[in-house]
């Protein structure tokens, strides 16, 4: 098909593609997740104190009683009606019982295979946590003195609730000799304290990994890399540059030398997303222009490639952020978290690198066998991904 005909074509698959796209975008990148935050320690022999945060909202539907007198601590009355902190305090105070009554069966500690009575502290204050409302609590458990080991499971807001697809447990601890970080979900909700380096390291490889295959914003942007790279050398460069970038500031992030609101970061990641498929877009419309008519310059590429290397390198280094702020570790700096930091990054290359060997290779067949369903199908991809991010860019803008 000659270039000068593509971009009405083109135009066309997109205004179609978005129809279809944009109703399906409108749910988050990740999907309605939570995240609770706790610490553990341990000052007095027996007893462990445990300091947690939880999203608001989630906290009082889920432990508010189906007959609740207090209007903002029901069930039907979306918790979120309640913004002012004072008001959310408040209701929290108000109704201790029904929230230690929550908590309590839903997050346990074990010593040497002993329950631990649980306590809810009545110092109960409202917060606020990646640009939402929490609440901050602390329990005190007391265990059989002289034990060796403390072993916590958490069951807090699953999904049978069906308020949330998901709840992942950031857990820090200073326990029985031991000290780190480490992650507990639905699959895996128990951590113990004599767990070896190598179950505490396989835990955050799985992390990454599992971020990166929910995380469909980044696998959009990753794709469209990939659609947008014509040799194996160009989708290389373009996928080492946004491993550099979003590493350097994943570790910064992580270990609190850098700092940026999720309100900043989100919708940025999603326009990165609907720059990069737009970009292969222009390519593709743009008349009169060829891959090989460029003149290349360093590592085989033209200006345009160098410059598109600047821009994924840019929303690398966002997209860098966003991993951290899923990690949300506020653990100090140490030897320890920085290896945990590492091996949750090479699980995000791990899937990163699979994506690329799955898909390029198809990608390049289908290139060279039929290259008129490559072009539209790469051009269908394409207008997907755009469209994607541009629904999302205004979704997180709005909200």
């Not at 069966?105 to 040497?112: G, K, N």
């Not at 050398?233 to 850098?258: K, P, Q």
């Not at 222009?289 to 160098?306: K, N």
């Not at 899937?351 to 039929?370: C, E, K, N, S, Y």
């Amino acid at each position: 098909m000659p270039r000068t005909r593509r971009a009405p074509s083109v135009a066309w698959i997109a205004l179609v593609l978005a129809l279809v796209v944009g109703p399906a975008a409108l749910a988050s990148a990740h999907g309605f997740t939570s995240v609770v935050y706790a610490d553990l320690s341990s000052d007095t022999p027996g007893v462990v104190q445990v300091d947690l945060e939880l999203e608001y909202d989630l906290l009082v539907v889920s432990a508010a009683p189906a007959d609740s007198a207090d209007p903002a601590f029901q069930k039907q009355t979306p918790a979120y009606s309640v913004t002012d902190p004072v008001e959310q305090q408040r209701v929290l105070r108000a109704h201790l019982a029904d929230i230690e009554a929550y908590i309590v069966p839903r997050w346990r500690i074990t010593a040497d295979g002993q329950p631990c009575a649980a306590t809810l502290d009545d110092d109960v204050t409202a917060t606020e946590r990646d640009a939402a409302p929490y609440a901050a609590l602390s329990l005190r458990y007391t265990c059989s003195p002289g034990s060796d080991g403390h072993t916590v499971t958490s069951a807090l807001f699953p999904d049978s609730e069906g308020y949330v697809t998901g709840t992942t447990t950031i857990l820090t601890y200073d326990l029985d000799l031991a000290s780190g970080s480490t992650v507990l979900d639905a699959e895996h909700p128990t951590f113990s304290t004599v767990q070896t380096p190598l179950e505490r390291f396989g835990q955050f490889f799985r992390l990454g990994a599992e971020h990166l295959l929910t995380g469909i914003d980044h696998i959009l942007f990753l794709l469209a890399l990939i659609i947008g790279s014509r040799r194996l050398r160009e989708v290389v460069i373009a996928a080492t540059t946004f491993t550099i970038a979003h590493s350097v500031t994943f570790i910064l992030a992580a270990t609190g030398l850098v700092a940026a609101p999720p309100a900043l970061v989100e919708p940025i990641i999603a326009l990165s997303i609907a720059v990069v498929g737009a970009w292969y877009l222009w390519r593709l419309a743009r008349p009169g222009s060829s891959a090989s008519e460029a003149p290349r310059g360093p590592l085989g590429l033209d200006r345009s490639g160098w410059l598109r290397v600047a821009v994924v390198f840019v929303f690398g280094l966002v997209h860098g952020l966003g991993f951290a702020s899923a990690l949300g570790i506020d653990e100090p700096w140490s030897w320890r978290l920085l290896w945990s930091l590492l091996v949750f990054n090479i699980g995000i290359e791990a899937v990163q690198l699979g994506l690329i060997v799955l898909v390029f290779p198809l990608l390049t067949l289908l290139r060279r066998r039929t290259p008129r369903v490559a072009m539209w199908t790469s051009a269908a991809l394409a207008v997907v991904v755009t469209a994607a991010g541009l629904v999302w860019f205004v979704q997180r803008v709005a909200g």
